[in-house]
């Protein structure tokens, strides 16, 4: 178990060094579906970092979220709370809210952040870790 968790925390980091993001873990604090279409949501920009996998696809609901931080495992980030866009299918609120705490990336694009994935976080020896996905 310790070995996969360090294995998601490794592709975690190469990820957010590669673009900019953060890596963090922390609590969900709010979640609000945004008025406004995905097509006004995306980076007006040929930047890639958002890129997932050959190309951008817009989702049925935007969220504004902001997320408690417990600690920050890659990138620059220093305030106690971080707010973000999030794509969602499906009617309610986005599966990745329910997971307490979570690591969470997040990847920055002209100033804002767009959640990219969650993941269970536990605290371990006194440090956190980022758990296997579980399906």
């Known amino acids: 178990m310790t070995k996969i968790a360090l294995i ?74 971080i707010d973000a866009v999030s794509f969602y299918h499906y009617d309610g609120l986005p599966d990745h809210l329910s997971i307490v705490p979570a690591c969470v990336l997040l990847a920055a694009n002209s100033g804002v952040f767009y959640h990219v994935k969650s993941v269970p976080a536990s605290l371990q020896e006194g440090a956190y870790v980022c758990e296997a996905e579980t399906e």
């Open 8 to 81: 998601i925390l490794c592709l975690f980091s190469v990820s957010a060094r590669a673009d900019g993001s953060v890596l963090i873990v922390g609590s969900p604090t709010m979640a609000k579906l945004s008025e406004r279409p995905c097509t006004e949501h995306l980076p007006a920009t040929e930047d890639d970092s958002l890129d997932q996998g050959g190309k951008i696809i817009c989702m049925d609901r935007v969220f504004h979220i902001s997320y408690a931080v417990r600690a920050v495992l890659e990138g620059d980030f220093s305030e106690e709370t």
